[in-house]
């Protein structure tokens, strides 16, 4: 049993997980925080992921504890729906989403690939993104979403 | 309770979901979770379809559902188009049980032909309604009468406006009219346009409503039990340990269905794996390697012959050349993202289950025959899950929720595992197809036969009734049938010949538990049409284009074939690509084309590829899509499926297939099922034939269909080999190069 004080999106969250509580079941059940996915709970496919310290994490393997005191941010913290963050907004306008069940793992992943990447090529592109699957085959949008924020950031 | 947003109530009144909306609790006494009261959902009533309230927003009820394709947007313009109101104006629901009309089920790429038509229809009568009313109330023709924004107008009394709302009233109260008049499309302000997706903005934002973000108050947390040896039962249980993790609450058990109940979702996981089970030996599955022959060796249950033009065996006796050639297409999965969920609660006999069926309708009568609880007690509330290209194992967790549910008298929510997913929800049967053709003297291709070893279909045209849920099987009801669609279709020859013979011969088993993914028939009937008529184009030293439409005689046909040679830049030539000859890494090109159903949507396809001769990989680099589908509702949402269809079926072309060892089924995560990734990506161009005026047809099922044979063809053009087995795996390619007699 832990405590484990998080900020999550900018927000003071404490939570009160096991010690081997996965960070996205502590998202998702103790803080209702819904961006993060569970997909495979194998750390394969990406759907999970979160950003902390500037790096992308599978938040599905790995525990909480982990995490205390460090600063997460997950989907709802690049913006909402009614304001959505430049990265959503390109996903937005290039219509990148079909069922959308893998979009917060394309996002966060791009999002701290980006913050380290400020002019990255296409492969470097598809290189970053190679661990997030997709099944619906919105892969070639994903590409665009992320080149058309390069071009308006 | 936290006061809610009007953002909120908007958003979850519009949707009919729960008041919750998925950010703060409910207190138990609001029982209805916020849903929508029952309401009529009979076909024929206009008052079905939609309702109006005093401020003008409308709501339209669907039994189609979007899956993340995009309908929802598609059927909105229609609706919208036909009532002559802005696209924002209208609030979809989609299908909810207790308040939308049964359509059948999602698929068949009809949602928008045959959905969106019975929706065109009920809009019209709507529009047609409110027009007569308001004609009563300002005492003028109905000639008269013009309507902008919804608002209704007559030219004598241009300063009296109506609008929906002071009009609808208690509703409409009429039968549905099928002869309704509809908007002509040279009228069309919305359907037609690249409207953008309305749940785009909520799935880039963790905002969209999964079931798998369903919170109900007081929700347990299942999780269910299996094995992966197929047929095995259950011999003991040993929960003991799972008892012992913190917020377990209980094990349920039901014949050979078993679960584990806890408090949270993290505590189920670990309880399922805590649990203990002897399960006894499964039953015995053929050898992998020798699959094919094993299923063309399974007894014929039925026959038929889905074409007989002329005389094929004269033909065949006749001809001075003979081309044979026979296809495999590899036993695939679904394997949705989103490993399926479902959420049911159970109280005062009342069933509600949150369900990301495709087919939630239909489902009523599944869930009443494992619970025995009369349908109209049970209501199935549609909620996105992750793309499914078919029946996935959303329905199985939905009885399995139910089950649990009716069991446990609690609310609760069953989370399947990856490993449930891609291990145990239902698969596509395999496939084996024989043809041959023969040439005259001159040239001419005379006779074309073939004969395609499909499963059959055991369900009754659109009733379900039977399909082996494995809650039912579990519980002593195995409900031997397969609902694995029509897999004849597309088996007919896309050409026209003289003599053309064929047969389908339906096998009574599909080794796992089966069901339709996407295309199901015609994307294994096409690879081989495709790659056969491929193999005689090469026979005949003709550029494949060329032999193909010299062989169709319909102008759409030529249309989208044309079209897609020039947007490829194809160069007219027979295959071999002569720049191939040498070198480790060959390019190649390849064509296919088909007509769905061989009566709507005409898709034609090239795919480019480049094979490593010393590896035997292939990488697809560019498809071209040419794609007519009548009058288009919405160009960019055709595109999006076109693009997510090459890129999908790219992935089962190379890489898919369903593995196993004895009984067990061993594919059972991304490692050992693994799909295409980011860096494997073709580039994809689309280009869209528009027929305004033309019936609108299907956009998602169609692009499939031609991928497997446009690769196939284009690895012939790259290194003179044919792969006619599905999936074409570096090992297969070096298999059948070593095999394969020198061309040339």
């Known amino acids: 049993m832990a405590i484990v004080n998080l900020n999550v999106n900018g927000k003071s969250q404490r939570v009160e997980v096991e010690d081997d509580t996965p960070l996205l079941y502590a998202l998702r059940d103790h803080l209702e925080i819904n961006g993060p996915k569970y997909g495979c709970g194998l750390g394969q496919c990406g759907a999970c992921t979160v950003v902390v310290e500037g790096q992308a994490v599978r938040s599905c393997v790995t525990p909480t504890t982990a995490f205390q005191g460090k600063a997460v941010t997950t989907l709802e913290g690049l913006g909402s729906s009614a304001k959505p963050g430049k990265l959503q907004q390109a996903f937005i306008d290039e219509q990148a989403v079909q069922c959308g069940y893998c979009i917060n793992g394309m996002i966060m992943t791009a999002s701290a690939f980006l913050a380290n990447n400020k002019n990255p090529t296409d492969a470097q592109i598809t290189e970053a993104l190679a661990g997030n699957l997709c099944r619906c085959g919105t892969h070639q949008r994903i590409v665009a979403a992320v080149k058309r924020y390069i071009a308006t950031a | ?744």
């Open chain 2, 1 to 744: 309770m936290n006061a809610l947003t009007r953002r909120d109530f908007l958003k979850a009144s519009g949707a009919g979901l729960l008041v919750v909306s998925f950010s703060m609790k409910i207190t138990e006494a609001s029982a209805n979770y916020g849903l929508m009261p029952p309401k009529s959902v009979a076909k024929d009533q206009l008052d079905s379809w939609l309702t109006i309230d005093r401020t003008g927003k409308i709501t339209v009820f669907v039994g189609k559902v979007d899956l993340g394709t995009g309908t929802k947007t598609a059927l909105s313009q229609i609706a919208a188009e036909e009532l002559y109101v802005p696209f924002e104006r209208i609030d979809m629901i989609m299908g909810d049980t207790a308040t939308t009309p049964d359509q059948w089920l999602t698929g068949a790429a009809i949602t928008l032909s045959q959905g969106g038509s019975e929706l065109r229809i009920a809009a019209a009568n709507a529009r047609t309604a409110l027009l007569t009313r308001a004609a009563e109330q300002l005492k003028v023709p109905l000639t008269e009468l013009s309507i902008k924004d919804g608002m209704i107008s007559a030219t004598s009394k241009p300063n009296q406006t109506l609008s929906y709302g002071e009009l609808i009233g208690e509703g409409f109260q009429i039968k549905v009219d099928p002869k309704a008049k509809v908007k002509p499309h040279t009228e069309y302000t919305l359907v037609g346009k690249s409207i953008q997706r309305v749940d785009i903005p909520d799935k880039v934002s963790g905002e969209h409503p999964f079931v798998h973000d369903l919170r109900l108050p007081g929700m347990l947390h299942a999780r269910v039990i299996r094995p992966l040896d197929m047929g095995a039962t259950i011999v003991s249980v040993d929960d003991s340990a799972a008892k012992q993790i913190k917020g377990y609450v209980q094990t349920v058990r039901k014949d050979n269905f078993l679960a584990v109940v806890c408090k949270d979702e993290w505590s189920a996981v670990k309880a399922a794996n805590a649990v203990k089970v002897t399960w006894s030996a499964g039953r015995a599955l053929p050898a992998q390697d020798q699959i094919f022959n094993y299923w063309r060796q399974l007894p014929i249950a039925k026959t038929d012959i889905t074409q007989n033009v002329g005389n094929v065996d004269a033909a065949l006796s006749a001809g001075v050349k003979r081309v044979k050639a026979t296809y495999n297409f590899a036993v695939q999965t679904h394997a949705s993202t989103g490993p399926s969920c479902a959420v049911a609660d159970f109280r005062d006999g009342k069933m509600t289950l949150w369900s990301a069926s495709q087919a939630t309708h239909s489902m009523q009568e599944e869930i009443a025959n494992i619970t025995k609880l009369p349908k109209d007690s049970i209501r199935l509330v549609y909620l996105d899950g992750s793309g499914c290209y078919g029946r996935n194992g959303h329905e199985d967790a939905t009885a399995d929720a139910a089950l649990i549910a009716q069991m446990i008298g609690k609310p609760v929510r069953v989370q399947w595992t990856r490993q449930d997913e891609t291990a145990l929800a239902p698969k596509s049967p395999p496939r084996s197809m024989d043809f041959e053709a023969s040439f005259d003297a001159q040239g001419n291709l005379t006779g074309w036969n073939s004969d395609f070893y499909i499963a059959l279909n055991h369900i009754a045209a659109f009733k379900p009734l039977d399909f082996p849920l494995l809650a039912s099987a579990d519980t002593g009801n195995p409900r031997p049938g397969n609902w694995v669609g029509f897999l004849f279709q597309n088996s007919a020859a896309p050409y026209v010949l003289p003599n053309i013979k064929v047969t389908t011969k339906h096998i009574d088993q599909t080794i796992f538990r089966a069901s339709h993914l996407r295309s199901p028939g015609r994307i294994e009937n096409s690879f081989a049409n495709e790659s056969f008529m491929d193999e005689l184009a090469a026979a005949a030293n003709a550029d494949p284009a060329e032999f193909r439409m010299k062989h169709l005689s319909d102008p759409r046909a030529l249309d989208v074939i044309k079209a897609v040679l020039k947007a490829s830049n194809w160069q007219t030539r027979p295959g071999p690509n002569p720049a191939s000859v040498q070198g480790e890494i060959a390019k190649g090109r390849g064509i296919s084309y088909v007509r769905y159903n061989n009566a709507i949507t005409y898709v034609a396809t090239v795919a480019e590829v480049e094979v490593n001769r010393t590896t035997g990989q292939i990488k697809v680099t560019r498809v071209c899509v040419a794609h007519d589908c009548g009058q288009i509702v919405n160009p960019d949402g055709v595109v999006n499926q076109v693009e997510g269809g090459v890129i999908q079926t790219v992935s089962r072309t190379l890489m898919e297939e369903v593995k196993w060892n004895g009984s067990t089924v061993t594919s059972v995560d991304w490692a050992s099922y693994p799909i295409l990734q980011f860096p494997d990506v073709p580039k994809v161009e689309t280009v869209l034939i528009d027929r305004p005026g033309q019936p609108v047809w299907g956009a998602g099922e169609q692009t499939p269909t031609t991928v497997p044979a446009a690769i196939a063809n284009a690895v012939f053009d790259a290194i003179g080999v044919r792969l006619r087995t599905i999936p074409f795996t570096p090992a297969s390619v070096k298999v059948a190069m070593a095999q394969a007699p020198k061309v040339g």
